[in-house]
């Protein structure tokens, strides 16, 4: 289900372990999801999670494309993180600190228990801690909520964390070589416009935004 | 072109405003490129960048999926900003600050000065001022790259960034409601371990890294 022209190419950079995929998904969760929509190959970004080994993810009963999915699309899910800008000497030599990966195959829509359950996660891998501060979704609000969930069945996972690897004309000239390495931070919370005097802020927000608390 | 679904349930969020797309892509330069591959739709990152009001990423003449593409494949580029959790009373209302466009078409190749020019255009979006640094690609590196462009023809935007809106009930409560921003930030450059004695890091990546000059 991969790109043959791609994996003969640099078969270095092909990750085989489960455990750097689980690694990947724990430090980033905007995925995008890829799918054959009316007109032709589609794309949209949603906030992915695993739980219980399928890659899950949400949204509401009344937005097209995940009736779509929903259906039985298959779809390709690719989740990036950009960890580096890898600065050459000479442009062509230059790429990126990287980890990506694309899970492949038919989502399946979540029911009942196991619908809350996948919701949660998602939520708790958002902020975690969060659930246990918020009520549970009212039922409502439950059967307003797709919540699909992919197999970790198909996927591909390539990541680089190399220096440069300049020509040895290049090198020996005078131009800077490194890597400019790239974080995602949470900033400090900021309160609702409405929120009731004397709430401070959450426990489970706090936590992200180091030395805001 | 679009998901007429998604569209008909949150016309507000949609933006059609073409400065609004230039300034996302002036923040963000990782692109998910979904098309049609021989077992699906699939999905690669890749840099993309604005060059003469299309959109263009470059890659390997040797990469199966750019081959594909270059073939006249219809493809969907989905780029997003992820400003902000948004962080409701309740899961439910809970979202994010965001920024997403998808641009949807064939994509051209690129040949002879163009090509040139474009790939001046991404290595100057990563790395602003990096090409007076650096000497030119030579003919052999440029024959090795295909470079892609997308016009900027059927494209949608969606952005939000909004306060959490919770049920009365829940903004009586006494659960903390607001928003987490994020932010991509560079950190100090790193100097490749073959770096020469005496080079300085270069200007263009100081300027990236703010407090670590």
Known sequence: MT???DLTRFPDLQVRDLGALRALLADVYLGTVAYIGPHGPDALPTAVALHDDRLVWHGS???GWLRRLADG????VSVTALDGVVVARASFESSFWYRSAVIRGIPQVLEGDERGAALDAIV???L???TAETRVPSAKELAATVVLALPLDDWTLKASRDWPEDQPADVAGDVWAGVVPLEVRHLAPLDAPDLRAGIEVAASCRRLSPGSE
């Open 124 to 126: 708790e891998r958002i």
């Open 128 to 130: 975690p801690g969060r």
């Open 3 to 5: 790109d043959a022209g």
């Open 73 to 76: 699309s298959p779809v390709a």
């Open 61 to 63: 009963t009344g937005a």
